[in-house]
């Protein structure tokens, strides 16, 4: 199976709306919209400070057991509530991608894990105001107690054969039925450098 790493739930190459943080965060003048090519940014009149906007980084852990996997019910205050999808979260800015994937996992399922590799990265254009880079890990669960946190409902292990429940992403989809098929190793994680 092919494997699919840019997913997108919206059509991106429409027209993005600034209708967000029109004043700057720096001095308080409003800013003004700068296009130059495709992007376009916010800029300060005043004291020159540029919005620069990015993708939001995160880690999703793909955490398997004996043909299962682990996915959790989004609460309903969060995106996409109410759908499916493999705990993890963004990474802090003090933060390396593996101590943020350790301390997601504790708060969203209680467990704590090991991390075994990298089975992908993904780039997922999810509204015009979120779009996010995932780096996904395979992981087992080493203790704990499951309990959902705050941004989940509930926590079921679900076969990595399907049938899946509603999913909230189409990245999280792919991942679960590309690991099911091919087994892929992966890259290996290196937690010399890690703070947790
Ligand atoms: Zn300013």
Same mark, same amino acid.
């Given at each position: 199976?092919?494997t699919k790493q840019i997913f997108e739930a919206?059509?991106?190459?429409?027209?993005?709306?600034?209708?967000?943080?029109?004043? !700057? +965060? *720096? /001095?308080?003048?409003?800013?003004?919209?700068?296009? %130059?090519?495709?992007?376009?940014? @916010?800029? !300060? +009149? *005043? /004291?020159?400070?540029?919005?620069?906007?990015?993708p %939001?980084p995160g880690v999703v852990? @793909?955490?398997?057991?004996?043909?299962?996997?682990?996915?959790?019910?989004?609460?309903?205050?969060?995106?996409?509530?109410?759908?499916?999808?493999l705990?993890g979260?963004?990474?802090?800015?003090?933060?390396?991608?593996?101590?943020?994937?350790?301390?997601?996992?504790?708060?969203?399922?209680?467990?704590?894990?090991?991390?075994?590799?990298v089975i992908g990265v993904v780039s997922n254009f999810l509204?015009?105001?979120?779009h996010t880079l995932v780096i996904v890990?395979?992981?087992?669960?080493?203790?704990?107690?499951?309990?959902?946190?705050?941004?989940?409902?509930?926590?079921?292990?679900?076969?990595?054969?399907?049938?899946?429940?509603?999913?909230?992403f189409e990245a999280d989809k792919h991942i679960?039925?590309r690991?099911?098929?091919?087994?892929?190793?992966?890259?290996?994680?290196?937690?010399?450098?890690?703070?947790?």
């Open positions: 199976m092919k919206y059509n991106r190459q429409g027209e993005r709306k600034f209708d967000t943080l029109r004043f !700057c +965060p *720096r /001095c308080g003048a409003r800013c003004d919209l700068i296009s %130059s090519g495709r992007q376009s940014r @916010l800029e !300060c +009149p *005043r /004291c020159r400070f540029i919005l620069y906007q990015n %939001s852990a @793909l955490i398997v057991d004996d043909g299962m996997v682990l996915l959790g019910k989004r609460a309903k205050n969060v995106f996409l509530g109410g759908k499916w999808s705990p979260g963004f990474i802090e800015l003090d933060e390396d991608f593996l101590s943020a994937a350790h301390r997601e996992i504790l708060e969203e399922t209680g467990l704590s894990i090991r991390i075994i590799s509204s015009p105001e979120l890990l395979l992981a087992e669960k080493t203790g704990g107690t499951l309990r959902p946190g705050d941004d989940m409902d509930r926590l079921e292990w679900f076969p990595l054969s399907g049938s899946y429940p509603p999913m909230a679960i039925d690991y099911h098929k091919t087994k892929m190793a992966g890259i290996p994680v290196d937690h010399r450098f890690a703070s947790f």
